[in-house]
């Protein structure tokens, strides 16, 4: 499937998702809340066929989190990233997609250790590297440490 084909089909079953073709890969901007219905979809129609989750991470860009996905489909031998934009920092939570890939949720659980989002649904939702005491989440833009350097 050509990217264009891949963006045509993607509009049709989710009009409201914009597209940026500047890096490597096609990227699929949808809200947190269009997430599960699409991933659901990019794996199961055999049109799409995305056997594989490769990365899961979260950036933060100070007024917003984005979770970002990169899928492959080791059929078709295409890729795809999928960024979903979650709007509440405060309570920054979105669906799991580790019933859907099961290898999401290990990075789930990093991601919820390092950025604070919450994944719903996640059978094992714990942190993962920092103790259970610790308080923040050292990879927000906002968070701080007696122990930074400060420039």
């Not at 045509?8 to 914009?18: D, E, G, K, Q």
């Not at 890729?79 to 990075?107: G, M, P, S």
């Amino acid at each position: 499937m050509s990217t264009e084909e891949l963006k045509n089909s993607i509009t049709a079953i989710l009009p409201s998702s914009t597209f940026d073709e500047t890096g490597e890969f096609l990227n699929v901007v949808i809200t947190s809340e269009e997430l599960l219905p699409l991933m659901n979809t990019l794996r199961t129609k055999s049109e799409f066929d995305f056997d594989f989750l490769f990365c899961l991470t979260c950036i933060d860009w100070k007024d917003h989190l984005m979770m970002v996905y990169h899928l492959l489909s080791k059929t078709h031998q295409h890729t795809l990233v999928i960024k979903a934009k979650i709007a509440d920092r405060n309570n920054a939570q979105i669906e799991t997609v580790c019933n859907i890939w099961r290898t999401a949720e290990f990075h789930e659980r990093e991601v919820f250790d390092l950025f604070g989002v919450k994944f719903i649904n996640h059978p094992d939702l714990r942190r993962l590297f920092l103790s259970d005491d610790w308080v923040g989440h050292p990879l927000r833009k906002d968070y701080t440490d007696e122990n930074m350097i400060s420039l």
